[in-house]
Structures are given as C-alpha cells and as structure tokens.
C-alpha cells in the first residue's frame, strides 16, 4: 500500500474540533498528521520482535512490498496497514523482518517512489539483496519519469493522454482529476499530494540498484518477468508505468 493510503487512513482519524484549532494555532495540518503517521510506523517497529520470530524459519519465499489488498496466498505480502492478503504489517524504511538469503523473488509496484531516496530507498533496497538467496530476482515497477517529462515536451496532448489520461477530457484514471495543463499532471507524477519522493527513469534506477550491489538490472515490460510467478503486475497501471528487474549473484 502506498503512503498516500496511509495518509488517508491517518485522516480518517478524526480529531475533535477544539483540538484541532489549538494543533493548527502551532503547526500546519500536515505537520501533525506526519507526526501522528510516525507515530504509528514506530508502534509497529515495537512489534519487531514478534514478526521476526515468526519467519525465523523463511525459506524460498516469494515476497510482495506495498502489497495492499493485492496480496497472493502462499506468499509473504508486507504492507505498512492491516488489509486483505496481508500477512506481515511492517514499517519497510529501516529493516525488513526475513532471515539472510530466505527469499526467490521480490516483487513490488509503485512503492519504491515513496521511499526518500537518499537514506530510505537504499536502506530498503540493501535489505532486499540480504533476505535474496544467490540467483534471486527483483521486481519493481515503478512511475516512468523519463516518459512523462518525454510527453510534457511534446507539442500536443496525445502522449500524455497515452500515459495517464483516460482521453481528450484529460481525466486522470487513477485520481478521477481533470488536468488543464501538462505540467499539473506532472506534478501529480512527481509529488502525489506529497506522498512521492523521488521520481526514477531507468538510469537512475539502474545507478541505485548497482551501488546498492544488485547485478544484472534489465529493462523489463509489463507482464513479463525473468521469474515469471512476478508477473504480477496492476494491468491499469502499465501505460504510465518502469518495469526494472535486477537479481543477486
């Protein structure tokens, strides 16, 4: 699940009024819930133990980050928030709860880009390459930058509409918004209500995978996988969507 359905859940939490204004007379809105989100993540992270514990004894596991309610039986789908399929609640930005070299295949779409990309996204990737065994794959998917700034540039609307609109209403198909210039839909791509933090084309994604120790990293394409039990990828995302594979020698 991303962080913006964390954020909606966060909002959910209503607050009565009178403690609202005096949180809002010392801090913007966004501050507390950013806080009241941390909150959380760190309740889960005291529960470390207990997961740990529990796939102490992990083996081949094929393992969906960002899961949400897409998640697969038989396998291990992690999600920040309880939800159908998801048997692993876990705070993914400081460690991951699997043993060394237990896990076959990784696979997780359109969460990466909600990890900062100077500490938590190597952190996270880090943790991935410990858990692989030797030969396993990873899959990310990921918003396609590069694609989208390739639209913005173009002098019509017809690329763009391929990438994200539902057509000449210019209407996002996943947010139901209806754009009235290239560079809103942009934004959207880039900062996501501020859930985004970082935007990935292939090279830059190839450059953290490489440093972080990853080897072998492909250009995929939708539904089409090295191990293909990953192909497992969200049909209505794959317009605007980077598919990268890369695996552990």
């Not at 237990?102 to 880009?113: A, K």
């Not at 934004?187 to 440093?211: G, I, M, P, S, W």
Request: with cysteine.
């Amino acid at each position: 699940m991303t962080l913006l359905c964390c954020n909606l859940k966060i909002n959910q939490m209503s607050l009565p009024r009178p403690i609202k204004r005096t949180l809002l007379s010392f801090a913007p809105m966004p501050l507390w819930l950013l806080l009241r989100m941390e909150f959380y993540f760190l309740r889960i992270r005291l529960r470390r133990s207990t997961l740990v514990r529990r796939f102490a004894d992990t083996k081949n596991a094929l393992v969906n980050f960002g899961a949400g309610p897409a998640g697969k039986p038989g396998w291990i789908n992690v999600d920040a928030f309880e939800a159908k399929g998801v048997n692993c609640v876990w705070d993914c930005r400081y460690s991951l709860p699997l043993p060394g070299n237990s896990v076959r295949g990784i696979f997780t779409e359109h969460f990466l880009e909600h990890l900062d990309y100077q500490t938590d996204a190597p952190a996270f990737l880090k943790e991935c390459l410990r858990i692989m065994q030797p030969g396993a794959v990873i899959r990310i998917i990921v918003p396609d930058a590069g694609a989208f700034l390739r639209a913005y540039c173009a002098p019509d609307w017809d690329d763009m509409i391929k990438l994200r609109l539902s057509g000449e209403d210019r209407k996002d198909i996943g947010y139901g918004i209806v754009y009235q210039t290239k560079m809103q839909v942009v934004n959207v791509l880039f900062r996501q209500f501020d859930e985004h933090k970082y935007a990935y084309d292939f090279e830059t994604l190839r450059d953290l995978l490489v440093n972080v120790g990853f080897s072998e990293v492909t250009h995929g394409e939708f539904g089409v996988s090295r191990l293909p039990e990953l192909a497992i990828d969200m049909a209505w995302r794959s317009r605007e969507s980077l598919y990268v594979e890369a695996s552990k020698t």
